[in-house]
């Protein structure tokens, strides 16, 4: 099989696909490994590291993708301005894609991808089932968004999170609470007591409080419904009753609160929100907010995607794909969840789609959509 990683032409994203140090375990299984050149600059990853390990170094996104049986890229595809051709139609037809191609959030690449009969895997839907854990796309993100969403509030918090002893006096360390304890918010709360902050976090799951207090924050309490969560491990969602007390709960910890980790989202929908204009006003001035689900919708009302903002004397980012922050160890961890996918879908002669990965996994094939929460999308639309 012939594999291409091409240059990611998204102005703001800095990951590639696959890292060098990766090419070769891929190589080793007998595939060819095309990159276009300058695929890994900006994660510090050189054409001459790719050529090291085995893989062809191409000039040009066109010839990347025609000469590439499967192509992997990070973003999902969009028209290279460059070239004047978007990237679905420089595939071959038939030809497979491996991408992100957040729910729902692509509907116009569908009928393109049908028209060519591309077969396209969305890393976003690997199921969350044991076997598939180390090719986990989403939680790998998480996890760096989850740190890096920690680093951002101790910078934009004008005061110290540890305690300090000092000849000065003493200083208190900084409260840190925690919205939503999924992947990004536990590595939140284990970033925030390393940096020693005292660390709160809420979650309408009771079986994550276990795991929050491992951490060493103190979980806050609120009368849970028994099916917070799905089967897959996703958050459900809940009432606007339900979320009335969610935010009752939240509010009564904000006058006391210096930096709020706001990551609750639902798989495909809009984040719920938790923090409305009237609770901010409830925070101290100089306080912050860290909003991961601004691209969802937020959970601040106040919060706006890629955008810090000065409200009521608190500070508030509408964090948007932290992982392009910190290229280098994002692109390694993709590049393990991806591999691991690659050698799974096809470690046979072909496709094998009563595989609960491969069927869960697979947006398009041979003109039809396979996944089921996109054909219901599209059958109710049409």
């Known amino acids: 099989m012939k594999i291409g990683i091409p240059n990611e032409i998204s102005a703001d994203e800095t990951r590639v696909a696959i890292i060098p140090d990766m ?9 060819h490994i095309f990159v276009e050149s300058g695929a890994g600059l900006k994660a510090s990853f050189s054409d001459e590291m790719f050529k090291k390990n085995g893989a062809e170094i191409v000039s040009d ?23 004047g051709k978007h990237e679905i139609e420089m595939m071959n037809d038939g030809g497979m894609l491996i991408c992100s191609l957040p729910p729902l959030a692509h509907a116009e690449l569908i009928p393109m991808l049908n ?3 591309n077969t396209c895997f969305a890393m976003e839907y690997i199921p969350r089932i044991t076997r598939a854990q180390s090719m986990d796309v989403l939680s790998s993100m998480a996890t760096v968004a989850g740190y890096k969403a920690v680093l951002l509030a101790a910078h934009h918090l004008g005061r110290f999170f540890p305690l300090l002893m000092t000849a000065a006096g003493t200083i208190p360390p900084a409260t840190v609470l925690v919205l939503g304890a999924g992947v990004a918010g536990l ?6 007591k390393r940096l020693g902050a005292r660390v709160e976090a809420f979650d309408p799951r009771p079986a994550v409080k276990e795991q929050v207090e491992s951490l060493g924050a103190h979980f806050v309490e609120m009368e849970m419904p028994e099916d917070a969560e799905t089967a897959g491990g996703y958050a459900k969602e809940q009432s606007e009753a339900f979320l009335e007390k969610e935010r009752e709960a939240i509010a009564a910890k904000l006058t006391k609160t210096d930096a ?38 937020g959970n601040c009302e106040l919060s706006e995607p890629n955008k810090t903002l000065v409200k009521h004397d608190v500070t508030i980012y509408g964090a948007v ?4 922050l910190l290229p ?14 690659i050698k799974h879908l096809f470690q046979n002669d072909g496709l094998d789609f009563e595989d609960e990965i491969t069927k869960g996994t697979c947006i398009t ?15 109710e639309e049409s």
């Not at 996104?61 to 070239?83: D, I, M």
């Not at 396979?370 to 059958?379: C, D, G, H, L």
């Open 61 to 83: 996104s066109k010839s990347l993708f025609k000469k590439s049986e499967l192509v992997v890229k990070f973003q999902a595809p969009r028209k290279n301005e460059t070239v």
């Open 115 to 117: 028209d060519k009969k």
């Open 260 to 297: 709020l980790i706001s990551t609750a989202q639902i798989f495909g929908k809009e984040a719920p929100l938790l923090v409305t204009t009237e609770m901010v006003k409830m925070m101290k001035p100089g306080s912050v907010v860290i909003d991961l689900a601004a691209a969802e919708g």
């Open 365 to 379: 094939h041979n003109g039809e959509i396979i996944n089921e929460m996109v054909k219901k999308k599209f059958n």
């Open 321 to 324: 794909n932290l992982a392009k």
């Open 328 to 341: 280098v160890h994002a692109s390694q961890m993709h590049s393990k969840n991806v591999i691991t996918l």
């Open 187 to 192: 590595q939140a709360i284990a970033t925030a």
């Open 23 to 31: 090419v070769a375990n891929l190589i080793k299984d007998g595939r």
